[in-house]
């Protein structure tokens, strides 16, 4: 009875040993902690006799699918070509404010630091002097200088730029619909919302797919009213609108919302909608779109998932999806809301102000990384290109004349160390300069529809709309945002699923200014006017 | 030879049925998932609800099998559990021990026990402790600060109050000193306890993810549940519309499902051999008289 | 004793002790860049911010009811279901069951609550067989505020009732099986052997975990909620975690997050010494 629990013992023991060793192997190779102020006589780490001396720069970001290993053959290229030893460490998006909180909170702030948006954290951050100003660097720098001011002004605090922002397009979600569905019911294109209305009640009611079964219907629809299906500026949650006393107001409570979830409760007393869209996520209602269920959602040119097109595709080997044109507002305008055009910022800490060389190492490889390749281009006859990419044959493939990036090439190309994204995001001149149809989609059908979409942002889009309150600071709006966009949209859900009259619209914006709406819309037309 | 009345059979079959019930009940979920993993997109896409897969597709699994980085989440994971269990058991059993009978000062400690099992300081300065003792990414952050789990230690420790007296002091009265009354009255008669809190804690590693997310720098120390948090959570709104990818695209409900399964899975076999600890008749025939 | 006592206090001591003096971020604005020293101090503010709005009173009572649905229901099914499992008299049979009701333990709530949608959404599996059967109109579960509460609890027994037994059956394995023996011999049928034998010999360890539940009765399982809940049922479903989470907690005001837990932990442990000094009233062993 006593050998048994001695065995058992002896081999936990093992166990153990085993892993204290497997943790001190580890440790040793693991990421150094991220230190904050910085020794500038650090020593050359690869012995080689250097001109320029060897940078330890640390370095933490987010990602969401590849996440590049702290020591790898790109970190080793870096050590190379620019005498710069990055630290990286890169952690789920999802989690990544709670992590840079406790390693901020632990006095350990990197060198280089990405923050996801310009929200009340950054700006207090900023305040409390934990970043560095760049201001004196913009025109320094190739790449920098590409930045418009639209773009800058929606983070800059007190005046000053404390990032540099990653590439991001201004594309917004356009509306897509059944193409083959509105051909069989002899339908046109909608060019408004009445004729969108009656695209969906149609797909509902006249069997669009001619299966002789009672399958299908119009809008695909998820949680919190998504997507927003809006046709343009006019319509969506940009600050377009004016009040009586010529005050900006938000999208969300203006005209152009209003007329939309009419539209959408219209459709959903016919059955046009996903029946229970508020308790369906973003995943569920791609699945009613791309299921051959529902005919009208919306497409973008970039981030789409391929796996959904071609899964309809084989489901329904005819199904034709369109990009449905900008509409013409009421004012005469057509065109949709510019998005931020900047997605994620990188930071460099304030500690650095005492090392402006290490800064210049910083923002030079920033700059190349984010220098502009035409993607005709991009093949190994560009050394820049095939550098970053880490080479040809080991970081990327040309395959049909395209690069196409390796399994694992996160590691192994330099360009996730360069203080910009894991991915390369070059900082491109236009929208379509990005060409996302051929670069980013991989089947020759996705990149045809993928290319619809931009053809029509092309046409349709000449004049987007920038949105005044971007960067405007609101206080009411960080403590307050969340609740009042959650108490607008479910509001707003009760009254496209018929709980609510959409005829109390006007009475449901007051309430919403009651919870502290007015003093967000006083705050927000402060800031605009001081722009100005 | 027990007498089966007629009302002892109409009981065992009642209480089999509802309990057969309930298993498939929960059961047949799994199945769900079990097929999507083994699904294509597009039969994914057209069936609410598949039982079974109409196409075995094994895309989602040589995803991330292919991916050696799950294989190390694995390890690291496996590692942590076994190695973590041992001591979770030795620091909670001994302490729980201590406290199941009475000395002076017993109850205020179990009282304190208590109370950390109620207030929570929070990530910041747990974290900063873990820092400051320099485990911050090893694998002994992820075992030292969830040593002891306060619930364990006081549901451990009902379970020593309840071994009666009397044996304890039999073993007095032989003259044994109280580590010897531990290691062979106490231990030999707390297997079910010590199998099934060795499970708990084996879980609860097995499962954690947070303190991987919040301690561990390197990916290739991060457990498998972050990878799997990884996989699964992707599917966000913002995060697919600002994806640029050059690659695949991310993970499809396929790959989810897979990533689910096969992180449930070796938890899942050690069971059956914790199992034999459960049986009844432990007790028998260690009080005479 | 206090050899076996030292180590385990020790570690509660460093992890557990040391830790609670940063707690006072609930009383600071707490700056991760500031650090504890440099925030300023604010006192009740974060405190008075749980309470600055009315509907924060029908948040509590939905917490509360949630909580003691929880308790009434989930709480007990768990001791019913091990009290089954027991009585089965052939092995294999009983290991069986055990390993799959322990399976939905392991999935998360975003697997859980997918697959409630599926199943109960207006064209979810449920409303498909009304239709095929009963030629019934599709009934929106989901959407209906009297029905949110007790499909959490509902989830909640699915997915750990079978996990939960495993307690009870540890307690019920260390049962001296003569007891049994002796009550046949004096007759006593199924149900009475369990009544006399079976639950008294875990009424100890029930009572154990019922204060320890209620020291937590202030959760309730913030990620199940947020998943379920939806415009429609948000007066009946909002609860002070989901509501301080609406209060923008995920901006990482750790000082808010701080002061709402150390309200629960107040809240919890008033109520466990309520319960503690009950169970010793009634004869039993409290925790302390």
Redesign the interface.
Known sequence: MMRQPLSILRFFVLICAIAVLFAGCTAGSGTQEPSKTTDPSSPSQTGQSSEGKMHDISFMSYAYVRFPEPESPGVEAIRQKFKANVQSQYILASDFNTKLSVVMASGAMPDVVHIMSADANYIKWAREGAFLPLDDYIDQYETFKLVPDAVWDQFRVDGKIYSIPMYSPTYVQSITIRQDWLDRLGLKVPTNYEELLQAAIAFTHDDPDGNGKDDTYGFAMAEKNSPEFSGGAYWSSAWYHKDAEGNYIPGMIGPGRREVVETLAKAYAEGAVTKDFAVLNWAQANQEFYSGKAGIFIGIPNGMEEGYYMGLLEINPEAVVTSIPYFVAPDGSQGSLLNQGYFGLTTLSSALADDPEKVEKILTMLDYSRTFIPPEERTPDNEHYDWLMGGVGVGYDMVDGRPVVREGAESIAPVGYMFAREEWRPWAPSNEANQYSQMVYKDPKMQAFIAKIEAMEKEYNKTPYADPSRGVYSETWAQQGLELTNYLNGEITKMISGHRPVSEWDQMVQEWKDRGGADYIKEINEGIRAKQ | MLYRSVTDRCFDAVNILLLLVTAVLMFFPFLYIFSVSFSSMRDFLENEFLLWPKEWVTDAYRYILGNNRFIRSIWVSAVVTVGGTFLNLLFTVTMAYGLSRPFFGQRPLIFMVLFTFLFHAGIIPTYLIVKETGLIDTLWALIIPVLISPWNLIVMRQFFRNIPEELTEAATVDGANPFKIFSSVILPLSKPALATFGLFYAVSHWNSYFTGLLYMNNPSKWPVQVLLRQIVIVNDNTALLEQQGYVQAPPAETIQMAAILLATVPILIIYPFLQKHFAKGVMLGSVKG | ?????L???L??L??????????V?AFKD??????FQNSPWVGWKHFERIFDNPEVIQVLINTLVLSFLQIAFAFPAPIL?AV??N???W?W?K?S????????H???W??VV??F??FL?????INNMFGLWFGLD?I?F??MPSLFKPLLVLEVI?KET?WST??F??????????LY?AA?ADGA???RRIWHITLPAIR??VV??LI?RL?TVLDNGFEQVFL?L???V?DVGNVLDTYV????I???N?SF??AV??FK?VV??IL?VGANQLAKKFGG?G??
């Open positions: 004793m206090y050899a076996f006592v180590p385990g206090l570690y509660f460093i992890y557990k002790y040391v830790p609670l003096i940063g707690a971020i707490y700056s991760v860049f500031r650090g279901l089954m499992l009585e089965v008299r092995e049979l290991r069951l055990q390993s799959i009701v322990y399976l939905p392991f999935l998360s975003v697997v997918g697959l949608t599926i959404r207006s064209e979810g599996l599709s929106p989901l959407q699915w079978g495993i307690i059956l540890a307690a019920l394995a260390g049962v001296n099986p003569e023996e046949v049928g199924r149900l100890s360890t154990i975990l320890l020291g379920m939806n415009p429609y948000m989470y609406y209060k923008g995920e901006q990482s750790f997050a701080t837990g150390l932990s919890g442990l466990v062993e925790i302390y």
